[in-house]
């Protein structure tokens, strides 16, 4: 007795396919299954159908009966899934696998994906998914995280010294946009985690880029100044093609000092504004850096010997850098300004000691952070002392 | 084994560089040279190679009735090697408004019948050949609203079909001719919304391309062009895009029993005259 289905008036034309393929769905190849319906045209529909579908109408039998196929099967017969499942992830990504995500049933064939990182452990960090969702959670509207109705009064030399670090800001933070999105566009997409973390990251910084610039402009109409030293330093991070050494020196060491930067323009903030844009930008930096630290972190233990390469990385960097001029004058000048408030010798002597505490700090939390990552404390001391004068 | 085997091919639509080029490439990798020449009608591929120009040709079912009929006359042998599984059994169909007052198809005299290009096999020669053995004569009993779209593709571009079906649904014919499978697509696209047509009349089971080998061809190439398109399997992804390209699931034999009516149909219009000649008055791609 072959199996049976009933359409009942529903045509092929209109979605009674579907039923054929469910019944069929339960049938070995070469089983027969015999199709009932009051469609005038099912026996036409089904002769086109399977021969599209790789079935085959019977012509000879008296109730419409198709014969089935084996083309479906045979389509996925070597299917493979993209590791176990969602939430398995796989040490190697296939670039087989192409966009399929984590866990789907991929069909073979198709065109590779063509992507520079497929190995876990050469981007993965534990911590990624509880940072992506972090950061989710964490996303502000500049139009209304920031107040900015409290702009002022700021004097106006002190509004210039503000102006002029916010356009340094500015170039920072695109650099800081563009190098996320050139990582996220070269990794396979299975470590998704990461990519969304990245894709964060990067509209992070599309806003700080916003906020910083807006900040520049509530009282003037022109920008600063931008240092020739202080481009090439953002650049030579740009240039760096390995996913772990880019992230190290972005994020570790260069977003890491930002950080004690942004929370030294919060405090010495001339106005709320002022103070609203580094808090809320600091709040993003400290889960770049978080990332950074563990993924570099993650790479060192896989593989102890990568610390020779990190180390290669920061003294490579420096030697790029040394004949520049670094953090350009007008930028330190601007911090001292800010930081003492007005033109007073005794105000700017306290401005200058400030700024040389920041640089302190800054360099206390890179040694810090590079002994998490398994420095030695004189290596760590020694590679921080390395770091561009530049701050990023 | 040396030698290439020449194959052509009509370029019907841009895709069809794609499907050849993939050919080559698998056969090539299975240790088979084969090169294509693409053609943009059916006529001259058969006339080149009946000439031996072209060891293969890929021929339309109009193509093949042409190039047996000029090998015949020359006493040259032909071989259908190969076909797709959906070129086998298809049929034609006279469709009507569903709610038109026709119920046979001599219902149809004194009415209009769009058809497809003047040399598609499924919407127009075969179709009006069933209003002939209802004796009608197309043209004088019958008018013959014609959709030459891509003539000398035999009616391997759509076109021809979807505007006769949307002349049919805009009323400005009283009927349509077109293949089984396209009332299914044309139903699924909306040109013809399901329940708006019925079927009046329908052929019998026909077959449709051929893969023909040329008297120029080596028999041992075509021996082995035939193996390896047998044993194409669509569980190989690699071959499965071209399959998939090409509208087949497997190669098959090719056979040449379901030829007759579109013969017949040949002969009655004087498309071709029994040489396989163009016959005065027709139109020539």
Known sequence: MPATIDLEGLGLDAGGHLLVERALAHLAPGDRLVVRGRHPTLRLHLAAWCRAEGHRLDQEATAPTVVRGSADLDRWRDARRAGRNAADVAPHASPAWGLAARGALVEPGGPPLSVDWVDRDLVWADIAPQLYAQATANQWDPATAVDWAARGPVPDDVEDAVVQVMTYLVENEQAALMIPARLLSRLHPHYREVMQLLAAQAADEARHVEIFTRRALLHRDVLGLSGAGGRASLQTLLEEPDFTLASFLLSVLGEGSFLDLLHFLHRHAPDGVTADVTRLAARDEARHVAFGVAHTAHVVRADPGFLSRLRTAVERRHAALADTAGLNKQVFDALVILAAGSWEPAAIARGWQEVLRLQETMDSGRRRRLEYIGFPADEAAALSALHTRNFM | ?285
């Open chain 2, 1 to 285: 084994m040396t030698g290439t085997l020449l194959l052509g091919a009509v370029a019907y639509d841009p895709k069809v560089v794609t499907i050849w080029e993939g050919f080559r490439s698998w056969f090539g990798d299975h240790g088979l040279d084969v090169d294509y020449l693409l053609y943009s009608h059916y006529d001259r591929q058969v006339e080149d190679l009946i000439a031996g120009r072209i060891d293969l040709a890929w021929n339309s079912p109009l193509a093949w009735i042409r190039a047996e009929r000029m090998a015949r006359a020359r006493g040259l042998a032909l071989r259908a090697v190969a076909m797709r599984d959906t070129d086998r059994d298809l049929r034609s169909l006279v469709v009507v408004r569903a709610d038109a007052d026709l119920h046979s198809v001599a219902d149809l005299r004194g009415r209009t019948v769009a058809t497809g290009a003047v040399d598609s096999p499924q919407a127009t020669l075969l179709p009006l050949a069933l209003l002939r053995d209802a004796g009608l004569t197309p043209g004088g009993d019958v008018e013959v609203r014609r959709f030459d779209v891509g003539v000398g593709l035999h009616g391997d571009h759509i076109g021809g079909e979807r505007e006769a079906a949307q002349a049919l649904r805009a009323g400005r014919v009283d009927a349509a001719c077109l293949i089984d499978a396209n009332l299914l697509a044309f139903g699924r696209e909306g040109t013809l919304p399901p329940g708006s047509v019925r079927v009046l009349a329908q052929t019998e089971p026909y077959d449709h391309c051929t893969m023909t080998a040329g008297p120029a061809a080596d028999p041992g190439l075509v021996e082995q062009f035939g193996k390896l398109l047998f044993g194409m399997s669509y569980a190989d992804p690699v071959a499965r895009p071209l399959l998939d390209l090409e509208g087949l699931k497997r190669w098959l034999p090719g056979r040449t029993d379901r030829y007759a009516a579109l013969d017949r149909a040949v002969t009655d219009t004087g498309f071709y005259d029994p040489d396989g000649a163009f016959d005065a008055g027709h139109h020539r791609p």
